[in-house]
Structure formats: C-alpha cells, structure tokens
C-alpha cells in the first residue's frame, strides 16, 4: 500500500458525460501527479500539482481539467467523454515539487466510456 | 526529446531461471530511472530506481538494475524468478525538471511452472 487512495475504483459512463477522480496523496506530499494508461498510447503524464498550484503540464487535452484542494487532495475532472477516453488514471504523489523525488502511485481508476 | 525503450514486448522464463529485461533511454542530462511493477488490476509498484552513485542498485523483492552511461542502459535483472513475479514492468525516467515520469512502453513477463 503506497498511502495514495484513489476513489472510485471503476467507473462506467456514456459518451459525453463528465466525471470526476479523486485522490488524496500520501500524508504530507505536497505534489500530485495524473497519469493516464491506455492501450494505445501506454502510460502517459497528464499534469501535475505543487501545493495547490498548477506545476507542470503534459498531454492533457483541453477537455480535462484538474486541481488540487487546501487540503492536499486532488480532482481529475474529464468531460465530453470519448470512446477513446476508457483508461486507467493514476494519481501519484511526491513530498517536492520538482527536485527529483519519488512518484508513489495509488491504485488507479479504471474508466470505461460506452 | 526524452523517451525509454523496452525493446522486449514480453518475455517468458520458467521459473527459477534469471532474468533480463532492458531498457535503453534517451535522455541529455542526468537521468533519474526508476522501474516499477505492476500487477495485473493492480497500480504501479516502485521496484528500484537510480539517482546517482553505486551503478548497481538494489531493490525490492531481489531485483537489481545495473545504470550504464556509455549503453543508455539500465537493465533490470533478478537470478531466480518466481512464479509471483509474473506481470508488467516498466522502465522509467524522470524529465521535465523532475516533475514527469516517462515511461516505456513496458516488458510483460510471462513465469512458467
């Protein structure tokens, strides 16, 4: 167990729809990360959060967003869902910012858009 | 532009017998590797990484990987597989000023009994 929780699990929706992951990082990391698995394009960084700000961004369409809470804990927010979208979205978290620490990952969120 | 080649898409050993998985980065400063685990329905599990140092690096569960500059190597090994050791490994480094993990395209391994 990394101490990255990430809810839900699975989720299942259609076309179009908006949802939202969440995840709360490890007791006392400051950085999120968002990573998203899919068969296609493997495991690719989405964006990344240093304490509530916006740190480093990646292949992050503009249909997503994210942002991360005073309280630490991170929301993935994705909306006009495509087929194409079904992946696994990972969360990770680091104690820095951008001096080369760690990433633990959570568990992940399993998205099926039908 | 950074990336980490797996050059093997999977790999099957028996069990007991050692292992290799590669990987090759490209990368112009220090690299940061790291590989991870994962099992199958299950997250990303940090196995070993390298920042500096002792070339050779230990990790969990009895891997080591061994950094070498001249190759843009850093293989993963372990002497005797077991049967537990069966899923995907991913080969890492670590860019964009220390704030992204880019991955390879990762090594399933197969373990026969």
């Known amino acids: 167990d990394s101490g990255v929780t990430q809810t839900p699990k699975h989720l299942i929706t259609a076309t179009g729809q908006r949802v939202t992951l969440r995840c709360s990082p490890r007791?006392?990391?400051?950085?999120v990360y968002w990573y998203q698995q899919s068969l296609d394009q493997g495991l690719q960084f989405l964006i990344q959060y240093y304490n509530g700000e916006e740190r480093a961004k990646g292949n992050i369409l503009e249909r997503f967003s994210a942002q991360q809470f005073p309280d630490l804990h991170s929301e993935l927010n994705l909306s006009s869902l495509e087929l194409g979208d079904s992946a696994l979205y990972f969360c990770a978290s680091s104690s820095a910012g951008g001096s080369y620490n760690e990433q633990f990952f959570g568990p992940g969120t399993r998205l099926t858009v039908l | 532009a950074q990336s980490v080649t797996q050059p093997d898409i999977h790999i099957t050993v028996s069990e007991g017998a050692s292992l290799e998985l590669r990987c090759n980065y490209s990368?112009?400063?220090?690299?940061?590797l790291f590989w991870y685990v994962q099992s199958p329905g299950q997250g990303l599990q940090l196995l070993l990484k390298?920042?500096?140092?002792?070339?050779l690096v230990q990790g969990i569960k009895g891997f080591e990987a061994e950094f070498k500059r001249s190759q843009s190597s850093f293989n993963l090994r372990k002497p005797s597989v077991h049967w537990s050791d069966a899923a995907e490994y991913f080969c890492a480094v670590l860019t964009g000023g220390g704030n992204k993990l880019t991955f390879g395209t990762g090594t399933q391994l197969k373990v026969e009994l």
């Open positions: 390298y920042f500096s140092g002792d070339t």
């Open positions: 990368y112009g400063a220090t690299p940061y």
């Open positions: 007791s006392g990391d400051l950085s």
